[in-house]
């Protein structure tokens, strides 16, 4: 290696080392980019895939699954346990449907799968807990984050971008799914359409009436 | 016993030996307890400033601002479990931090830090310096042996190979301080320097102070000179056996080293506790500002620059460091003790 007088001049005077302290030096005058966690939160945008929740039904007041067993397929770490079960008329009904939080890795595939979406993955994050148990979880547990979720949310409806995935061919995707809205989240439905083709009935539990899910995501669509 | 005279040396002009006797003692506590909270808190300065460098906050949670974090970690590390390796050197491993702090922390007692205020005002202050600070090493090289551990081992090798290295450019880049103020006394020499009218030796040694500083930073193995302990190849380096108590000793010891050579640059560089004659004629009130306060102003700018550095440059790669030694600074200091020689014979 030749060393040129130019280098040594550089060397001797500290360029570099001056040009980088100077750099240092200009940082530490700039904003840092920490958020300090619990009392400042970051901003979430859309897309952020959080806390597993089920939409639920304005009008019927339940889930709008459907037992087509897509998620619990697709899930490439397995955590989604569906059970699918006659009441006594001998129409199914959800059963058991289980999602194993701890197991899963948050990819979505559930969510962007479900024909009528049904499914969605909250922009909540905060829910450790000391206890397996509180992050296992059930059918009405995942109704549950959707009413914990919608009670923090400022909005009259509600859509996730993940229900209709960019690039997918909108033809070929289920009808409910392809003429899904965002959901309106109070009880007064916005949408007057959506008031006309659903039943006028109020949202009380008439459970064995009506296999929730199946028969009201038709109506949707 | 002929304890008077001993106290003599010391060059305190009380006749009462009792009262010198109280006198050394009430110094000795004032500077050991403004030393250990110097030391804790430019840990916290560190750490601030690194973290506001890298576009962090850094600590922000014990107390306003971190300010405890200091204190949290000293209790931490106080509770925390002594372990001593098995196949180590029991004896050397238990003497090694001891010998370091000791190095370090009695080195702060030839320090001016205001005027009448140093603990031992003797006549050969800057060799009690260097010899303190050389003794320091041992402590590493000690620590590196004794653990039975190679990243230790290693990090002992280093250390010793860099302060014989830089040690010798680190005392002869202060010959020309010596030779400009013909003493040793670090009190005479922030003296010497009040006679010129800029009051500093920082001018006429300009060359003499970037080599102090350099070697300075290789003299307490600082960044980016930190091969004893460097973090990503020797895991922690000569000190990586060492937990607890024992682990905070070597810690106190190389921040108290740090402090101890800033006072050094600004006692010979920076004129003390003093301000330049100049200076002081334009603004006469001035005068009312105690000394401490330049003093300490000087070392914590000081200091500042370690931490600057520190977030700023990478490591040497060790041929460097040690080419850099003995092939650049040793002729460089030598070449200012001679030019330094000339002028002022000529002057």
């Known amino acids: 290696m030749t060393v040129t007088a130019k280098d040594i001049v550089r060397r001797a005077l500290f360029i570099d080392t001056i040009k980088g302290m100077t750099l240092t030096l200009k940082m530490m005058f700039s904003k840092p980019v920490t958020i300090q966690y619990p009392e400042q939160k970051r901003k979430i945008y859309p897309g952020f895939r ?48 289980d999602i ?16 009528v979406c049904a ?38 409806e509600y859509w996730n971008k993940f229900w209709r995935p960019e690039g997918v061919d909108t033809s070929k995707m289920p009808k409910a799914k392809r003429e899904q809205a965002p959901v309106p989240l109070r009880t007064m439905p916005a ?28 109506e949707t669509a | ?64 601002h971190g300010l405890l974090q200091p204190i949290a970690d000293g209790v931490k590390l106080f509770f925390k479990e002594d372990i001593i390796p098995s196949s180590g050197d029991k004896v050397v491993f238990q003497l090694a931090p001891m010998i370091s702090i000791f190095a370090t922390i009695s080195a702060l007692a030839v320090i001016p830090f205001y005027e009448g205020f140093v603990i031992a005002n003797i006549n050969v202050g800057l060799l009690y310096l260097f010899a303190m600070s050389s003794l320091g090493a041992y402590g590493i090289i000690m620590s590196g042996w004794s653990s039975n551990s190679k990243y230790a081992f290693l990090g002992g090798l280093r250390s010793a190979a860099q302060v014989v290295s830089y040690e010798i450019a680190l005392a002869l880049s202060l010959v020309g301080v010596m030779m400009l103020s013909g003493t040793l006394n670090l009190v005479q ?45 020797l895991v922690a380096g000569y000190f990586v056996e060492y937990s607890g108590m024992r682990f905070a000793l070597f810690f106190l010891g190389e921040y108290t080293a740090m402090i101890v050579m800033s006072c050094l640059a600004v006692t010979c560089f920076w004129g003390g506790w003093t301000l330049p004659p100049a200076i002081m004629t334009a603004f006469p009130f001035l005068a009312f500002v105690p000394g401490v306060v330049w003093f300490l102003l ?49 002057s």
């Open chain 2, 1 to 64: 016993m002929d304890i008077s005279s001993f106290y003599g040396f010391f060059g305190i002009q009380y006749t009462n030996i009792y009262v010198q006797i109280i006198i050394m003692l009430i110094k000795i506590v004032i500077v050991f307890a403004a030393g250990m909270l110097h030391v804790a808190y430019s840990t916290w300065f560190e750490r601030k400033i690194i973290g506001h460098m890298q576009v962090r906050l850094g600590p922000m949670r014990t107390g306003y």
């Open chain 2, 189 to 233: 020499i922030v003296e010497a320097q009040q006679k010129l009218w800029y009051g500093m030796y920082i001018i006429p040694q300009c060359f003499a102070y970037i080599i102090f500083m350099i070697c300075a930073f290789a003299e307490t193995n600082r960044t980016p000179f930190d091969l004893p302990e460097a973090e990503s190849e």
């Open chain 2, 298 to 346: 000087k070392v914590y700018c000081h200091l500042f620059l370690y931490y600057w550095v520190r977030a700023t440059v990478p490591r040497f790669r060790y041929d460097h460091l040690m080419s850099l030694g003995w092939k650049v600074l040793i002729p460089l200091s030598l070449a200012n003790i001679v030019i330094t020689a000339i002028v002022k014979y000529i």
């Open chain 1, 119 to 156: 499914l969605v993955l909250t922009e909540e994050f905060g829910y450790v807990s000391t206890s397996k148990d509180d992050i296992y979880f059930t059918k009405e547990r995942m109704l549950k984050n959707w009413d914990e979720f919608v009670a923090k949310l400022d909005a009259d």
């Open chain 1, 191 to 218: 949408r007057p359409e959506e008031k006309k083709q659903q039943d006028n009935e109020p949202a009380e539990q008439k459970p064995e009436d009506k296999t929730a899910g199946r028969t009201q995501s038709k």
């Open chain 1, 50 to 97: 959080g806390k597993h929740a089920f939409v639920r039904n304005v009008t019927t007041g339940k889930e709008k699954c459907i037992m087509c067993m897509k998620c619990s397929n697709i899930c490439p770490s397995q955590c989604i346990y569906i059970k699918k079960g006659r009441d006594a008329n001998n129409k199914p009904f959800l059963e058991q449907y």
């Open chain 1, 100 to 115: 194993e939080a701890l197991r899963c890795i948050y990819c979505g595939y559930c969510v962007e799968v479900c024909p």
